[in-house]
């Protein structure tokens, strides 16, 4: 148990359809963050938000859409996805962006599969 | 470009001693991070490195030669649960991690 809960854990989801993935975390951090899991591939980041606040967007498509409404909640809002954005989607927290000692939390992930 | 290296794969024996390397080329240095992911579950912190040399932690240590460009996460006394993937990440100027794809570590009886 990290401290960062993520729902669902597993995901099938048509291209046509729409579905959030929802993020959690207790640790009373400021930043959170969404990563991309591909098999064999490094992880890829895809948002930062620290305070609430989008400071980082990693080129990710409009077809994936973040929201942080408090420090505590991030979810991701997903939408006419491709069969290529099959992947396990993890969410991560830490004190704070921008320090180097800043040791990230991770939550469970979701493996979503798109069909 | 930014890029991390380490093995796809490694097997070792329970009760030995591994070692796992990773290379780094990243813009700027702010410290290398080594987490480990059991399979279905989410990374957890090993170890933090940002001056040159050897730091223990229990069974496992890691070590960074920030000149070469290279850290290794050397395992003693390995148990069946170490048995997962082991991820290397250098954060950057922009204080990003960049991750490698992580090395599975196979341990047989």
């Known amino acids: 148990e990290t401290g960062v809960t993520q729902t669902p854990r597993h995901l099938v989801m048509g291209m046509t359809n729409k579905k959030s993935l929802k993020c959690e975390q207790h640790?009373?951090?400021?930043?959170m963050y969404w990563y991309k899991q591909s098999a064999k591939k490094p992880l890829e980041l895809m948002f930062v938000?620290?305070?609430?606040?989008?400071?980082e967007n990693n080129s990710v498509p409009s077809r994936f859409s973040p929201e942080c409404p408090n420090s505590s909640h991030l979810f991701l809002h997903l939408h006419t996805l491709q069969p290529e954005d099959s992947a396990l989607y993890l969410c991560?927290?830490?004190?704070?962006?921008?320090?180097?000692?800043?040791?990230?939390?991770f939550g469970p992930g979701t493996r979503l599969t798109v069909l | 470009g930014q890029n991390i290296d380490q093995p796809t794969e490694m097997t070792a024996t329970e009760g030995a001693i591994v070692q796992i390397n990773c290379t780094y080329q990243?813009?700027?240095?702010?410290?290398l991070f080594w987490y480990q992911q059991h399979a279905g579950e989410a990374p957890t912190f090993l170890s933090y490195?940002?001056l040159d040399g050897l730091e223990e932690k229990g069974r496992f240590s890691s070590f960074l030669s920030r000149s070469k460009g290279y850290s290794y996460l050397l395992l003693k006394e390995l148990q069946m649960k170490d048995s997962a993937s082991y991820l290397c990440?250098?954060?950057?100027?922009?204080?990003?991690?960049?991750w490698g794809a992580g090395t599975k570590l196979i341990i047989k009886p």
């Open positions: 640790l009373g951090h400021n930043a």
């Open positions: 490195n940002v």
């Open positions: 990243t813009s700027g240095f702010n410290g």
């Open positions: 991560a927290s830490s004190q704070d962006w921008s320090s180097a000692t800043d040791t990230q939390y």
């Open positions: 990440a250098s954060m950057d100027s922009n204080y990003q991690l960049i």
């Open positions: 938000y620290n305070f609430k606040e989008q400071t």
